[in-house]
Nanobody
Framework: QVQLVESGGGLVQPGGSLRLSCAAS????????MGWYRQAPGKQREMVAIITNQGTTTYADSVKGRFAISRDNAKNTVYLQMNSLKPEDTAVYYC???????????WGQGTQVTVSS
């Protein structure tokens, strides 16, 4: 079982920045593909960014050039740097872990990001 704890959400004005963090439990973090997803009210959860255990990144078209995902295997932590935030980025952001050797998937509890003036 992998426990994920997100932090860093909050209220920010349009054009502002936030950095989300997700700390994972256990000793196998370097063998996980990690991702950030988000869910806005009334909408389905969608992928925002993924980083593989090898460091390859994938982004949703809506955040390319504005968001950056990174990981620190020594700290068991994945980050999402969000710049030039827009009101449409408002959502609950969830951290996801997928061990590369199993079909399991794990979710954090989510952190609220609100972009509003």
């Amino acid at each position: 079982q992998v426990q994920l704890v997100e932090s860093g959400g909050g209220l920010v004005q349009p054009g502002g920045s936030l950095r989300l963090s997700c700390a994972a439990s256990g000793s196998m973090f370097s063998f996980y593909n990690m991702g950030w997803y988000r869910q806005a009210p009334g909408k389905q959860r969608e992928m925002v960014a993924i980083i593989t255990n090898q460091g390859t990144t994938t982004y949703a078209d809506s955040v390319k050039g504005r968001f950056a995902i990174s990981r620190d295997n020594a700290k068991n932590t994945v980050y999402l740097q969000m710049n030039s935030l827009k009101p449409e980025d408002t959502a609950v952001y969830y951290c996801n872990a997928r061990p590369i050797v199993t079909t399991s998937t794990y979710w954090g509890q989510g952190t609220q990001v609100t972009v509003s003036s």
